[in-house]
């Protein structure tokens, strides 16, 4: 079915399948390496680009193709490019993108690894880096050099829920030539769309939101035009980190739902970030959609919703929030986000060990702080059960 002109739920639903012969109403999982070319000059034809046609699985497979099509459509982007993980997303965009002597700006708190990668690799190959608080445009401007190529944001960021004006960062990059690069992953195209707002490429880790039931690893890069697509697409193709079919049958399975699980677990994160907000022993609270967070209004204007993802702090810092942490039954204590099910987590002593303490200082990432991915469970047994844990604090 073309879904070019429908709407986001049929998107989600129904764009990236193609006709089967046997009428499958699922994608099947073509489990190969590779594919037998029809003849010499069809397998040649192919390989030059002259006819269509599957080569071998890490170069493209129609199960993993279908998955990369519905996220190209959903993120109104030109192609899809599905990878073994988020960092392999990641990756094969810096890899695409930066060389020996070229700048990349980047927003301070994201993922760890997301910014580890580049103070401890990239940075062996001559790529130069800073980072900002890219919440704060004249920040942006204030790190701009002759040689910066990338602008790479994370909005709401990795855990400190800073957002950064998509709009606004898209037009002072392109004035100065520079491409920039978003993860969506704590929004997905369903409460964000970067490339519609004026960004050239937006990736996830697909581990969260996008599949959303814990089951898999993995990542997408949309690039908004043919030539940024071909280009990272390439760099992929050379690094080896294609997603693998049955990955993205299982991918493709959970994005279907993408927005009423969307739905239920952010009307559920409003309710316990209200009800944080509100505990005595609660210090602090950071939650997109309570109009305390100092970009509230900028999250209504860019974002549909609010996502499900809290940071806080209690009175008391670390050693309060490890008693939280280990008094509590129905969230998991665990890391990756955007499930089905409630997670808690330490970044400090967790998913941002990796950056050096005066780092996570510089990104605001202090050691109280605990966060809180909302999943989609009756709320008031997640809000029973971290009262419980409340008042062992
Ligand atoms: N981008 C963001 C915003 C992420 O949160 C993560 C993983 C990645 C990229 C990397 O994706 P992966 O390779 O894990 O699929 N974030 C994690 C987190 O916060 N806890 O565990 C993993």
Not at 35 to 51: I, L, P, T, V
Not at 58 to 71: K, L
Not at 158 to 174: C, G, I, K, W, Y
Not at 378 to 388: A, F, G, N, Y
Request: glycine content about 8%; charged content about 20%.
């Amino acid at each position: 079915m073309n879904t070019k002109n429908k709407g986001f739920n049929t998107k989600l639903v129904h764009a990236g399948a193609f006709d089967d012969p046997f009428g499958s109403a699922v994608t099947p999982i073509y489990q190969t390496s590779t594919f037998a070319f029809k003849n010499a000059q069809h397998g040649a034809d192919c390989f030059a680009g002259k006819s269509d046609g599957y080569i071998y699985t890490r170069i493209g497979n129609p199960t993993i193709n279908a998955f990369e099509t519905a996220m190209a459509e959903l993120e109104n982007g030109f192609g899809g490019i599905a990878t073994s993980s988020g960092m392999a997303a990641v990756s094969s965009v810096y890899f695409a993108l930066l060389g020996t002597g070229k700048h990349i700006i980047c927003s301070s708190s994201v993922y760890g690894p997301s910014r580890g990668i580049l103070e401890r690799d990239f940075s062996r190959f001559g790529v130069e880096m800073t980072f900002v608080n890219t919440s704060k445009i004249s920040e942006i401007q204030k790190a701009i050099k002759e040689n910066t190529e990338v602008l790479y944001i994370e909005t709401p960021t990795n855990p400190t829920m800073q957002l950064t004006d998509l709009v606004a960062a898209s037009e002072l990059a392109h004035k100065h030539g520079i491409k920039v690069v978003v993860d969506n992953t704590f929004s997905s195209p369903y409460l964000q769309k970067p490339l519609d707002l004026g960004c050239d490429v937006v990736l996830h880790s697909v581990t969260k939101y996008i599949n959303g039931h814990a089951d898999i690893v993995g990542g997408v890069i949309i690039a908004k035009e043919e030539e940024m697509y071909k280009k990272i697409r390439a760099s992929m193709i050379y690094l080896g980190g294609n997603m693998d079919p049955h990955q993205a049958f299982l991918t493709h399975r959970g994005l279907k739902t993408l927005s009423i699980r969307m739905e239920k677990a952010q009307e559920n994160a409003m309710k316990v970030a209200e009800y944080l907000e509100k505990h005595p022993k609660v210090e602090w609270i950071l939650y997109p959609g309570l109009k305390s967070h100092p970009q509230h209004e900028l999250a209504k204007k860019q974002m549909s919703g609010f996502s499900s993802m809290i940071s806080f702090g209690l009175k008391g810092g670390l050693a309060a929030g490890r008693i939280l942490m280990d008094n509590v039954h129905l969230a998991l204590l665990a890391v990756s986000l955007g499930g089905v099910e409630t997670l808690i987590q330490h970044p400090a002593s967790m998913t941002h060990a990796g950056m050096s303490k005066e780092a996570r200082k510089a990104a605001d990432i202090t050691d109280g702080l605990v966060r809180l991915s909302v999943g989609i469970e009756t709320v008031e047994d997640i809000i029973h059960d971290l009262d419980q844990a409340l008042a062992k604090v």
